[in-house]
């Protein structure tokens, strides 16, 4: 499997949608929005993580859970994403996918393409909900977004489970390694979804 022109694009455009809600955040003074990230993120796994990850958006999600909830679901999006299309880039050409290792790794690279799938499924519910309206509609949406993050966590941890057999190694600590960080933005942003459901 190679890194495909697709891939490129995707990456792109994460990159640039990330920066662009970056760039707002040097608009004005967001220290009371930051506050709020810093506090919303305390109530996750991960919260140096989520801090370091989500206080550049302060300025864009100023205090909203709402719009808090969905860059980090566009953050776990881009590294997600950016997790399989390293793996698949420089792991694909020098296994052996009749080895363990090799098995593991593609087996894995299947897991996280689907985690993908699921957070970019996500994404678009959370990119189309209007908290406003607190309608039975809005709660469906965010109960949808639960269910497909906790999906690609899952799908992320089933990819590390399939190293557990697997001799120890540089490749597989670099996948795992990979693959483990991926899954802490997975679980933070699921965590502050979950947040802006309690609200609703």
Known sequence: MTLTRHSLLSLLFFASTLSNLAFTVTA????????????????????????????RYAGAVQ??????????????????????AYLSHQTAAVVDEESDAGAAVHDCIANLEDAVDE?????????RLRPEDNSGAVRFGVSNVLTWMSAALTDEETCTDGFEGVEEGPMKKSVCDRVTRV??????ALALVNGFANKL
Not at 30 to 55: A, H, K, M, Q, W
Not at 63 to 84: C, D, E, N
Not at 119 to 127: E, N
């Open 63 to 84: 205090r909203s859970p709402a719009g808090l909830a969905r860059v980090a679901v566009a953050v776990a999006l881009a590294k997600a994403h950016g997790a399989t």
């Open 28 to 55: 004005g003074d967001v220290s009371g929005d930051t506050d709020f990230i810093r506090e919303s993120c305390n109530t996750t796994l991960y919260p140096d993580l989520c801090f370091s990850s989500l206080s």
């Open 183 to 188: 899954k802490k933005f997975t679980s933070n």
């Open 119 to 127: 957070i970019r499924g996500s994404l678009k519910q959370m990119r």
